[in-house]
């Protein structure tokens, strides 16, 4: 297999871990350990060591709600699979601030290919809210020329009416007081 295939398999491994809670894109730690080879306890450990670079914008632990949320939506198979323990969600941020907290190579190659896949995200987003701006636009255009179609038929109906009402006053008999006609 090619390494830019290999890459894009990577990249796409990683997007399918990337899920949105609280409205913020994150990666859980129990895909992150996956991804980094390690078990999920050991990086948990690592974080918790080094509270003080992960303020709540770059992790957070999650509720029970949103837990149930994760586990709905076929993220983790059960909560049995968590082991008890609450997950932590790490934003884009958060995922950067690990490369500073986990420092063996396979780490650095995984934020790596992890910021790179946020990257491209943001830019699908970006791309994606484009191109919904411009169907809505378009959507706009013709509800327009159906308006503008609908009065057109609608003039069209009138201009019937009058010539309808036109044709009936020709062909009308005349009422009143006949003169005699001259011979």
Not at 82 to 99: D, H, I, K
């Amino acid at each position: 297999m090619a390494k830019e295939d290999k890459l894009i398999l990577r990249e796409a491994v990683i997007a399918s871990k990337i899920i949105t809670i609280r409205n913020e894109q994150v990666i859980l730690d129990v895909h992150l350990a996956e991804l980094y080879e390690v078990e999920t306890r050991a990086l948990k450990q690592a974080v918790r060591r080094n509270k003080y670079r992960f303020p709540d914008d770059f992790m957070y632990e999650l509720t029970d709600a949103e837990i149930e949320y994760v586990v709905s939506q076929n993220v983790i198979p059960s909560k049995r699979h968590l082991g008890g323990a609450v997950p932590f969600a790490f934003t884009e941020n958060g995922v950067a601030m690990l490369s500073s907290v986990l420092n063996s190579k396979r780490a650095i190659e995984v934020n790596i290919a992890i910021m790179r896949t946020f990257t491209m995200l943001r830019r699908m987003l970006l791309l994606q809210k484009d191109i919904m701006q411009e169907i809505s636009q378009i959507r706009k255009q013709l509800q327009e020329q159906d308006n503008n179609i609908m009065l057109i038929f609608e003039y069209l109906k009138q201009f019937e009416q009058a010539k309808q009402q036109q044709l009936e006053q020709a062909n009308r008999k005349p009422i009143g007081f006949k003169k005699p006609t001259e011979k």
